[in-house]
Structure formats: structure tokens, C-alpha cells
């Protein structure tokens, strides 16, 4: 399986550069797998495919405004770094630009010395650890130095921080948002939950070795940056008992999914636990948990557009992909969803 078999041409101008004003009136494309039918919708219908007894799950993560710009100190050469990994209390694994000018030893200035940082090594594929000195707490310094560590191809500024955020997101720890749950607001989850669907959350913290393009050609070879994840007993608990009833488990997102498939056994059961996830799904992977899934439109060759495929198949979805083009869905992280049934 060649990574070039999930090349699609996607318009640049069809990239979404800014969110909707209303979240939940993104338009939805609805793909049967079993018979590669579409249906066109907006959003917030998508409770229409919803039945009582099912589950939705969600993932609460937080992303944190993990971009910052400092300063090396006693040149005054401008450094960004973006928080990746917490390793322990203030050390991080971060990306470092231009990483030449932050060899072991360099000292880093933000905000005027208001958060200092050291680099104190060089990891894998060129990432720096940086120990970082403040006075106070990190998070909330972090939260007035720090922005939202948009991905490469949104160009535009974003004018509210918490667009870029679900609004059921809890635990801080990703460097990136769960997209497919930008989509919903309270209003339609309340309306979810009159209509008698559960909703579960689990929490994985989103690495950018998610979105990092697959450089090699033949897809097995490819691995993925591991990320930290919880399920918690009464979550597990509640989705088990959902599969044992005979209805749905609806996956808000790639990342709720991969939180699902990781924890998971063999048999289809859910346990409870965290621990770190490096799972790869491509097309042949067995799903054990999932049964729907609700996710956005993703990127060319990328390791999202492989999960969809495993689930679908990659004939239908390279389909629906070439008529979301046609009908002129918005694609990425500020873009339309799609409900794979």
C-alpha cells in the first residue's frame, strides 16, 4: 500500500481559514460505507443519526497556547518555540525555529524574562528539551505569553482563542485541537442528550506527529509519535454497556477513535487505564469499538485520510472526497464535517 494511492488534488481555496460564526452550521457530508451513498446536510442534523442508547464520545482535551517567541539571550536572535511534550514539571520536548541557534546551553528569554528557558538536550528528529524558570504558575504565564499553535496551512490570525477549542475541552496537554468537535455547541449537545443519547469523553492530548506528512512510500513503514491518553472507568463503563445493548458507539474525531481502538482488547472490550498510544490505523486494521464515526476533511496522504479509509474503504472515501471538492466543501481544521455511517 503506496502512501501516493491517497493523493487527492484539493483546491487551496477550499482550505478553511477561519471558523464558522455559528459552529454548528458547518455542513456535513453523510457517507454510507456499506454502500458508498452520500447525503448532504449542515451540521447540527447529525443528531438525526443519532438513536437513543447510543453513544457519542468526545475527547476533552485542551489545547494550550503552546507557540511562543523569545529571544536568545545575549544576542537578541528571535527564536519560536512550540511546546510538544511535558517530560516532567517544567521540562518540555519542544520544536525549536531555527534550531541551529538552540544548541544545549542556550538560554531563551520570553516576554522579557518573565519565562526563561534552557535548552538541556537534543532528542529525536531534532526536538530540543528546554527547562523553563518562572515565577508563579506556568499555565497561567503561558496563557499571556503563549498563542494557539495553529496548523502551517491557516494563515490567518485567529481572532478569538477559544474557536480553536471545543467547548466540552477540560484537561490541558495538546498542541493541537480534536477538529470534528469544534463543530458542536451546548445547545445541540443538550439537544443530543434530551433525544436520549449518552455522551462519553475520553482525553488524548493531540501531538503534531499527527498531522506530520508520511515521508516514506510504502504506508506499514511509517511511525507514529506516541500520545498520552485517559479512559476513565465510568467512560469505559458506559460505552461497554452501549455495545453489549446492541447500539452505537459514534467516534466525535480521529483522536477519540484512536483513544478508543488503543484501550480496547481483542474481544471489543473498552478498559479503563492511560498510559501513551502510538496506534496506526490504515486500511485492513479491524475496528474493535467504533462503529461511527464523525470527523473532518483531511489532508492529502496524511495519516487521517488513511484512518477514514480503514473504516470506509478507501475506493468510497477517495470518492467522497472527490465530490466534496466538487461541491465545494470547506476542508481542514476550520472546515465542513463528514458522518461516516
Request: with cysteine; aromatic share 8%; glycine share 8%.
Amino acid at each position: 500500500m503506496k502512501t501516493s494511492d491517497f493523493y487527492f488534488e484539493l483546491p487551496q481555496e477550499l482550505i478553511a481559514q477561519d471558523p464558522l460564526k455559528d459552529r454548528s452550521s458547518s455542513r456535513l457530508l453523510v457517507l454510507d460505507r456499506k454502500t458508498g451513498k452520500t447525503e448532504h446536510h449542515i451540521f447540527r442534523e447529525v443528531i438525526d443519526y443519532l438513536e437513543p442508547g447510543d453513544c457519542l464520545v468526545v475527547n476533552n482535551t485542551k489545547v494550550i497556547p503552546a507557540r511562543l517567541f523569545g529571544a536568545k539571550v545575549g544576542t537578541d536572535a528571535k527564536i519560536e518555540v512550540l511546546l510538544l511534550k511535558r517530560k516532567e514539571a517544567d521540562v518540555w520536548e519542544t520544536l525549536v525555529k531555527p534550531g541551529k541557534k538552540a544548541k544545549p546551553g542556550t538560554r531563551i528569554s520570553f516576554g522579557d524574562g518573565l519565562l526563561m528557558g534552557e535548552v538541556i538536550d537534543v532528542v529525536e528528529e531534532g526536538n530540543r528539551l528546554i527547562r523553563f524558570e518562572y515565577e508563579g504558575i506556568f499555565e497561567e504565564i503561558l496563557d499571556q505569553l503563549g498563542q494557539m499553535p495553529l496548523p502551517p496551512y491557516i494563515t490567518h490570525q485567529l481572532e478569538d482563542k477559544n474557536r480553536y477549542q471545543t467547548v466540552y475541552a477540560k484537561h490541558d496537554g495538546s498542541a493541537a485541537a480534536p477538529t470534528a468537535g469544534l463543530h458542536f455547541t451546548p445547545e445541540l449537545l443538550q439537544q443530543i442528550r434530551d433525544k436520549g443519547v449518552n455522551i462519553a469523553h475520553v482525553t488524548l492530548h493531540v501531538g503534531l506527529g499527527t498531522f506530520r506528512p508520511v515521508k516514506v512510500e510504502d504506508v506499514t513503514k511509517h511511525h507514529m509519535h506516541s500520545e498520552f491518553y485517559v479512559v476513565e472507568e465510568d467512560q469505559a463503563a458506559l460505552i461497554n454497556e452501549t455495545k453489549a445493548k446492541g447500539k452505537k458507539v459514534v467516534s466525535v474525531g480521529t483522536t477519540s477513535c484512536r483513544t478508543l481502538e488503543s484501550a480496547a482488547d481483542e474481544q471489543g472490550i473498552l478498559h479503563a487505564g492511560s498510559g501513551w498510544t502510538d496506534i496506526f490505523i490504515y486500511p485492513g486494521y479491524q475496528f474493535k469499538i467504533i462503529d461511527r464515526l464523525i470527523t473532518n476533511f483531511h489532508l492529502p496522504e496524511s495519516t487521517l485520510l488513511m484512518l477514514v479509509s480503514a473504516l470506509a474503504g478507501k475506493e468510497k472515501i477517495m470518492a467522497a472526497y472527490e465530490e466534496a471538492v466538487k461541491e465545494r466543501y470547506r476542508f481542514f481544521s476550520f472546515g465542513d464535517a463528514m458522518l461516516i455511517l
